[in-house]
């Protein structure tokens, strides 16, 4: 038995299966004897399959699972999880992931550093550059370290370890199959359809208080192929991957972290730099939350009619940074919602938050057409 295994799920696209495990194949090892299993799902034709039997896999054992019956997304993914009984940690992918050569050397000493903190639900191999829920683009701030946390679990490339998986899984067998929404669950993860087992795991890092930990440089990307989890292929998730070998990672714990988000990705150190208590915060600097649980102190971009307490500009990037530097400006609005008062700065806070994102003052009727085109896949989008 291997230490480490490979999880690379697939149901009815050879091409993608394909293209994986070619990625898979120019990974550094290390030397390592690594297990690769390969998942099918049943869909009525084996060309799948013959790819998988076909694949050479030189750096440990390979397995290769197909089902009698078609399993559904959800009990599939669910089902490849439970093999890290079997491991210390497995790497998942699906099979419209693409990985960076380095990704082994980083999920190595990822579990290593983290296997023992029952607060770190998994590691992700993939960096977000999007906000899904806003969105909008998507920019961590920049820390000392390599890493850092978002309370949002990952799909597109991600690390299991055997503790925090069971875990989850325990969690998952009491709460039932019923997904019951609240205040503290993004509108856009409340969305995802019942095949969603994402939606499941998101939800359990927000009510359990678990993070992931996401790496600042992407040890792989998504091609974001058409099929279970979206209506047309697309280039929009692809980002950019390591391609050098890196030998030593920096690491670091949650405690000692600045970079941490929430699950609408808003930065959740932000109270203490404002000198307010995290409980009576909400950061919207995405305009995602809305002030939903009623929260006494609300930073936002929006204007609304209530107490400016401070005011910040919107120039330096990412957003969260502005407050950090106490850049002067009238485009970022901490309010004390227990105060009306009327908002005097009634400018087009949407239209520079729009240029803020995408760079300049006037947006191109190309940029016009990109935008409406994201706007257009993400509501035929299936997760």
Known sequence: MTQYAIVAIGYNRPRSMERLLKSLAQADYDDDQVTLIISIDNSGDDSVQRCAEDFDWSFGPKIV???????????????????????????????????????????????????????????????????VHANRPFVPLAGSNDVYFVQFAQSWGQVWMKRQWMAFRKWYEEQGEEFQESADIPDYVASWPGTSWLKYHVKYCIERNKYFVYPYVSQCTNFTDAGENFAIPSTGLQVPFQTGIQREYRFV???????????????????????????????????????????????????????????????????????????????????????????????????????????????????????????????????
């Open 253 to 383: 714990t949650l405690d000692d972290s600045d970079t941490v988000y929430d699950a609408f990705w808003e930065n959740e150190k932000l109270a203490g730099i404002l000198g307010l208590p995290a409980d009576q915060l909400c950061t919207d600097l995405y305009g995602v939350k809305k002030n939903r649980k009623n929260q006494r102190y609300w930073l936002t971009l929006e204007i609304k009619d209530y107490k400016i307490v401070r005011s910040f500009g919107l120039l330096l990037k990412p957003q969260e940074q502005n407050i950090l530097a106490d850049m002067e400006g009238t485009q970022i609005f901490l309010y004390d919602t227990a105060r009306e008062e009327k908002n005097p700065y009634r400018h087009h806070v949407g239209r520079l938050a729009c240029s803020y994102d995408f760079r300049g003052d006037n947006l191109s009727v190309g940029m016009l057409k990109n935008l409406m085109v994201n706007k257009v896949n993400r509501q035929l989008r299936h997760k």
């Open 65 to 131: 699972k197909t089902y009698p019956q078609r399993m559904g997304l959800r009990r599939h993914v669910l089902t490849c999880g439970d093999l890290v009984e079997d491991y210390e940690a497995i790497a998942v992918f699906e099979d419209d992931i693409y990985v960076s050569p380095n990704f082994y050397q980083y999920m190595k000493q990822a579990v290593a550093y983290y296997e023992g903190d029952d607060r770190i639900a998994g590691i992700s191999l993939y960096q977000h550059l999007w906000n």
